[in-house]
């Protein structure tokens, strides 16, 4: 397996191209809401370190699904095909988490079924801890607050074959539906204990939905992990991004990681792979 | 159904988590929102209404929430009244409730109708909002009518008291017949405001039936109490002894109380030593007070009245002491009488100064052969005239009583010269007159002489430039080097004093503002006036305001004041602001 000089400078180039590649996507900034490498405020990488990630809709079939609690946030409407593993899985058994910005709610509850109109931001002057993070509280949630991120408030229309929306936390007694967007109360705009999160009922299945677009992100995962444990009540947490599939960049850097760090063996074996193969063409190409 | 289930269980949930609230309430952010607090406000005085606790609970709530401080003391004071209201509300059906108790309840309500007013003043939409400031007026009607019927059935059993509904004048008397039962000594009747005793009146009636006459306090007698005119509602409260029990019963009488009208006639320019005429008009003679004058900080009584006639005419000489040059107010007081509060009225007035007659001759240019020219004052008598000029320029007086002299000399061969003349009267009749002239000299002997001292420079340097330049280099580099060095010392010392000489909060707040694009203070800024020239201007969302002005609140106090604030408190406040930044340029 000896190769000429030409041929050697020919593989270097071609591995230091290759270790390039995945050094720059390495380097790549993560910068991508509820992606499980980004840490920033709604990045999901507490989440990520502490559940199981779900990468494609191919994989989400072979889980058990009795088993598992899904945590479904994107930072857009996801096109169905992505969604559509997690609605079998919950058919069969699942449990899901639904949270994110309006598109991606909205757009989840009519592709359930349920359809839902964005009606404003929801303010709470009252019970404002940080900057848009509001105190919440789940009925039967025992003692512990809901810290949620930017909530919004949503109208329901009347259920259809059986599929209904219930109200399940408020962001406190004196929230207030910022209709006319300037962050302020106006008159006539709608004041009181607003609805902020929603359980769906699927024969014995639940979809817990909050209309908010922080609640297990990284700023607000350390308030919040102890409901997400009683939510899952000992079944397994996934994540799931197989929606990041639609940012190759993204994804590809997703592949070479685990939730616990990047994974050394996945680099090994990918490195070495490729020096077979380049060495097996350039062979091949010299005996030619 | 759900809509109903979710509300019970609302109201029972807000019982259960009203500590998390409280904790919550206490680390949130100042409310500023002045709308919201008064829908918040109507919010509390429905559930009130209807004697629901959970107004209870939102009142504790809100009474903890930091609020703006212009509405501070009125929230406070609002939320306390209702959480009065239901703490009596709960010892009526007991009877543990005093008469007095809820008569000083119905005052205290009174604070929620101007903290309604004062919310819909602040308001950023203060139309709108009328409505729901007139709903919260009307509502708190309804609570106080609540309470009017609670006292009712307060001690009416034993002591029978009629008396005619009106609204009395002050000083009117007020018949009240009184019935008492079998056994009881009726024995003295009592006017109060509050808790404030302002009459009483020992009754001497033989029988169980009695006839008595309560004076209405007269205006003088409440002055101290009643701050705006209206209508006002006493406590009448009668005492009988029934055996060794003290019986009170307890009736409102409403006084109507007004100002006086008065009115105040004056010029409104005048000049200073001038006797202007000053008309006061009043509907009703007889008052007292004084007429003051206000020039800049300065207040003081130009004139005191023992006895107003319904048209006065007041001869005033607008001079000093009491008035100076400018802008003044002259202000009216009036003292109370027995039918009027007492009262105030202002009127401005120019006050404008008094200058003695003056004549100044100067040209506009000066062709001189040495640089030397004369102007020319001339004045009455007696007064000081001072000539000034620009730094180059040496004056002499050279004569003067009425006619004064000045001889100007400037050594340099053409120069701009600002002159000023001004002229004093030591005796204070006439103000300084102050008279600005500019000039242009030119010195025809200075100027021939910088000519010739330049041709035989560029002479004898001529041939010498390597010279010249090496010397010119080296001194140069020597003198920026020192000065470079002395503004980098200078520059360190004024930094480590405005950056707060070592908080941990300011270091954090500058650097904030250089992330936000902004610069340091300037060696003359305050860290306020930075604030508004630099950083506010900077941001354009609310929210990142409001952040910065409370972080600048807690930089100043960690500054200035013996306690240190908490640095996380200003880390938080530090990666708010970034992220909401971040936000928005998303």
Redesign the interface.
Known sequence: MRLRGQSSRVLLAVLLAIAASIATILAVPTRLDYYVLDQG?LGHYKLGEESSWILSTRELDSVECKGVLIVAAAPRRVDPKYLAPINRCVESGASLVLYGPPEFVVGYLEDLGVVAHYRGEVFN???????RVV?A?L?GGG?A?LYIYSPYSISVEPARGGVAL??YG?A???A?IDEVPN???????P???L?VAYILRLGDRLIYVFTARGVFTNNLYDYNSKLLRELASGRKILVYQAWVQEELALYFKILLYTPRGISPYYVVATTLLSIMVTVYVVKQIRGG | MMTKLAEAWLAIALIVLLAIFREAVAASYTVEDCTYLLAVLEKVVDYALVADSRGLELSRILLEAPTSPRVAQLHRESYLAIISYYDVLSRIPTGGVSFSELYLLTVRLDAISSYARSLQTCSHDPESSYAMRARVELKLLRLKQLILDSMKSIGSDLLEIQVENRVYEPGDYIALNIKAPNGCRLREVSLYHGLRLISGVDLNCTSQDCIAHVKAPTADQVEDVVKVEGTVKFLLQVEAACGEAHVKAYRFISVQYQRPQILLDAPTVVSRGEKVNVAIHSEIGGLRGVLLAKCGVNESVVANFTQLDRSQLIELEVDRPHFTPGYCVLKLCVNATSKTLPHCIERSIMVLPRYPRVSIIALQTHLTATGAFEIAVQTERGLIVRVKGSALAIIAESSGVEEHTYTIFTPLPVVTLDIEVSIEDPRGWYDTYVHEERVVVVNALSLTALIVAGFLAITALRERERVFTIILKTGGVRVSRGLREAVKKAGELIVSFKLGLGSKVAELYYDLVRKLGGRLPEVHETLREHFYVVVEPLVKSELVKRLMRRFMSIVEKDLYSPRRQSVEEAEEIYEGVLSAVERSEQ
Do not use: S
Request: hydrophobic residues 30%; aromatic residues 12%.
């Open positions: 405020d002057p009252l019970n404002t801890t940080h900057e105190v509280y009925e003692a607050p219930e109200p408020y406190g007694p004196l207030f962050e302020l109360y106006d008159v006539g705009e004041l009181g204990a609805p």
